[in-house]
């Protein structure tokens, strides 16, 4: 018996990855250069240059530590399952513990919406909505395996303090996601990063299914 899935229920959550694609100020612009265009060539085939963490991708903990899971090595369950939506764009700043405890945390996979994901995106924001490290560490204090964020990352200025936090507990971090048309709901996520062997983090296509 095949499994049916109304497309209609299914959301997008994945940026768009091409030469305009925002990424982290220090990181290249990607590269998408067209070496075969028709009708001069036979086929239309593109060249692609980009960092491991553009646009949407998998942080995997081999980012921060070695003998940790390489993107290739997470396992599916980190990325596929039900997962639950957590609505913060009331915040301007920083996320607190205070701002989760307001919520039951039921799902090992939760992604958080905040205004970032309301961002046009046209331009890298260094004050974009990030999170505290008390923050992080009551996620981890929930049992989370997978935390899903709306901008390059969930800390600012390029530090790795909340990655610490996260991934020396070998959870999972999903970042660049797009949740403008998610709300704070239960939703089955499908994340699959690109099977490139041996490295720190892996572009994604994620999506929701209602």
């Known amino acids: 018996m095949g499994i049916k899935i109304n497309s209609g229920k299914i959301i997008d959550i994945s940026m768009d990855l091409n030469e305009k694609t ?8 990607p590269k998408l250069k067209p070496i075969c265009r028709q009708p001069e060539a036979e086929c239309n085939f593109t060249w692609l240059d980009f960092s491991s963490h553009a646009g949407t991708h998998i942080d995997a903990p081999f980012y921060l530590f070695s003998n940790k899971w390489t993107s290739d090595k997470v396992p ?4 596929i399952g039900s997962c639950q939506v957590l609505d913060l764009t009331e915040v301007d700043d920083m996320i607190t513990a205070d701002h989760l405890k307001k919520f039951k945390i039921r799902e090992k996979i939760v992604l958080i919406r905040t205004k970032n994901s309301l961002d046009l995106m046209e331009k890298y924001n260094a004050n974009h909505v990030a999170m505290t490290p008390a923050a992080a560490e009551f ?3 929930q049992g989370i395996t997978t935390i899903g964020y709306d901008y390059q990352s969930f800390e600012r200025n390029g530090q790795n ?5 996260f991934m020396k507990k070998d959870i999972i971090c999903i970042d660049n996601l797009r949740l ?4 704070k709901k239960k939703y089955y996520l499908i994340c699959l990063p690109l099977k490139v062997t041996g490295i720190d983090a892996a572009p994604a296509r994620a999506i929701l299914i209602d």
């Open 76 to 79: 599916f369950d980190r990325l």
């Open 22 to 29: 925002v990424v982290w100020i220090k990181d290249p612009a």
């Open 180 to 183: 403008a048309k998610a709300i």
């Open 161 to 165: 303090q909340l990655h610490n936090i």
């Open 139 to 141: 996620l981890v204090d």
